[in-house]
């Protein structure tokens, strides 16, 4: 069955603390993979779109990559302001899309 | 505007009542997704358009929700007889469509409908 897993669930970190989430995913057929950014009571919001594996794409603290079964988004020396839900997403042949379940991110000041 | 509307922005009905939920999208875009988001779950696809034509329909939960969508543009999700577990923010997204190859697919999300089912 096509999954995609986000990991952590949950991630506190100090302000300037680097970390990196996760997301894994097992659908065939992949066309390309999104990461977005929700806060609280609104619309996902796209950050970028990876298209094939070894590609990079990077907007201020954050740094998507793609690998064949997985991305990661790294944030570096992250400010509150950082703090929101994100999301990624896998476009399949078929005009699908599978959505993992998010990473909560709090920064702490 | 230059986003993704929907409206209404919150719709709290009874059991058993019909709702429908609008969505407009991005002027010129041809695709047009709706997804639903419960509490602390991940985004549930529900269908999705082409123009006016959906060609895939497996998301829909049950034979109580419908869509449609008109002159390529508005799209509206009707949810029939509605139960407490309809309960759930109604997402719309819209993206400029396949004919641009595969970076045309890059969605925009309107803000949502909270619906409350009592």
């Known amino acids: 069955e096509d999954q995609v897993t986000q990991s952590p669930e949950a991630l506190r970190l100090q302000e300037g603390e680097s970390s990196s989430l996760n997301c894994s995913y097992t659908v065939s057929g992949l066309r390309g993979l999104f990461w977005y950014r929700q806060d609280p009571g609104k619309g996902p919001e796209f950050l970028f779109t990876?298209?094939?594996a070894g590609e990079e794409k990077e907007k201020e603290r954050l740094k998507a990559t793609l690998t064949k079964k997985e991305s990661f988004l790294h944030i570096t020396a992250p400010k509150p302001e950082d703090s929101a839900t994100y999301l990624c997403a896998v476009f399949q042949t078929g005009n699908q899309f599978y959505f993992g379940t998010g990473t909560s991110l709090t920064v702490i000041p | 505007g230059a986003g993704v509307s929907q409206s209404p922005s919150n719709k709290v009905t009874e059991k058993g009542k019909d709702v429908e939920l609008r969505c407009d999208p991005i002027s010129g875009h041809t695709a047009l997704y709706w997804y639903r988001q419960s509490l602390g779950q991940g985004l549930e696809f529900l269908i999705y358009f082409q123009g006016n034509s959906a060609p895939d329909k497996s998301g829909l939960p049950s034979d109580r929700f419908s869509a449609e969508r008109t002159g390529g543009s508005v799209s509206t999700l009707t949810i029939q007889r509605t139960q407490q577990e309809d309960s759930a923010v109604y997402l719309c997204?819209?993206?400029?469509?396949?004919?641009?190859?595969?970076?045309?697919?890059?969605?925009?999300f309107g803000p949502g409908t909270r619906l409350l089912v009592l």
């Open positions: 997204a819209s993206s400029p469509g396949t004919s641009g190859g595969p970076r045309q697919e890059t969605q925009y």
């Open positions: 990876l298209y094939s």
